[in-house]
């Protein structure tokens, strides 16, 4: 049941963005197959729904009140939604009314509408028994569409439609299955706070290497960009992969130094003065944040001794600073 549920409301995320109406319709007069897998549901104002299995227990609503066939979900950025060959083979699929409802039928479940309300029941086939099943008629808006779904009082829960991946249920609440740019609980996932972060990192990897590449240069290594980065990468991987946050650092000395055996203790010792100028910059910080509350920190002498520490790292770093260059 949890798996027909999943599909369901895959479809209605699907629904949200490549529907485009502007009325409700209530009524259904009748139904038609159009090929081995879409029906066409025929509603008493002349609008038309279709219902588009994937599989035999995979299906998507679509409706346009202009008319159009057919299509693939569309979103605005653009943006692909379906994933490559998302259609299953589907065994078997039968129309037809029985008594109140229109119903569609496959081996697996039967898709049913309320002839005077619309309202949809999902049946599962094996035993029967209705799996989702529709308070009131689909809301088709102007720009969502809305489902509400009843659920049994003591065993029947809701979980998914966001980020938090089935953590908690979502009985008796209304969510939002939209893009929302937002990785927050009940929200939905979004590629691109991932795209800024990667972006954010690189730019400081590229940053880092630029400034270990004019330390090399400046005692007359000349590395490509190309082959700094590399080495940097290597020490980012190695800094995570072996125990110590300087480890990264020993493995890119060694290849620093066997590529320039002439040179190789200026190459090892660029490693270890490219770490003391990320100190240097972060007693740097230090000193401007506590220099804000001068007051407070020289009133404390465990404070005034840090700052002291800092001041004296700092100052020895340009000090040597100055020597290297």
């Not at 009131?136 to 509400?148: I, K, Y």
């Amino acid at each position: 049941m949890q798996k027909t549920i999943k599909l369901l409301i895959m479809l209605t995320a699907v629904a949200c963005v490549s529907l485009t109406v502007r009325a409700q319709s209530v009524e259904v007069t009748g139904i038609k197959k159009l090929n081995s897998t879409t029906v066409e549901v025929i509603c008493k104002d002349g609008n038309r729904i279709s219902f588009d299995f994937y599989g035999d227990n995979i299906f998507r609503l679509f409706r346009d009140i202009r008319g159009g066939l057919i299509r693939n979900p569309e979103s605005n950025p653009k943006a692909d939604i379906l994933v490559n060959n998302p259609r299953k083979p589907v065994s078997k699929l039968e129309t037809g009314i029985d008594g109140d409802f229109f119903f569609m039928r496959t081996p697996v479940v039967e898709v049913r509408l309320d002839k005077k309300s619309s309202c949809m029941t999902v049946v599962r086939i094996s035993d029967n028994q209705p799996v989702v099943k529709e308070l009131n008629p689909t809301l088709f808006n102007e720009d969502n569409v809305s489902l509400t779904l009843s659920a049994d009082s003591n065993n029947e829960y809701f979980y998914g439609g966001g980020v938090q991946n089935g953590r908690f249920s979502h009985k008796g609440t209304i969510i939002a299955i939209e893009n929302q740019n937002s990785w927050t609980d009940g929200g939905v996932a979004s590629p691109v706070p991932f795209a800024i972060l990667f972006t954010l990192v690189l730019l400081s990897y590229m940053a880092t290497t630029l400034r270990w590449r004019q330390l090399l240069k400046s005692q007359g290594l000349h590395l490509t960009f190309s082959r700094s980065f590399k080495l940097s990468l290597i020490g980012v991987f190695f800094s995570f992969a072996l125990p110590g946050g300087v480890s990264g650092d020993v493995v890119k000395a060694y290849y620093i130094a066997r590529d320039n055996n002439d040179k190789r203790w200026i190459g090892a010792v660029s490693v270890i003065v490219d770490r003391f100028i990320g100190v240097i910059a972060m007693m740097f910080m230090a000193l401007s944040v506590m220099l804000f509350d001068s007051s407070h920190v020289f009133s404390s002498p465990a404070l005034t001794s840090i700052f002291t520490l800092a001041f004296l790292v700092f100052s020895t770093g340009i000090t040597c600073g100055y020597f290297w260059f």
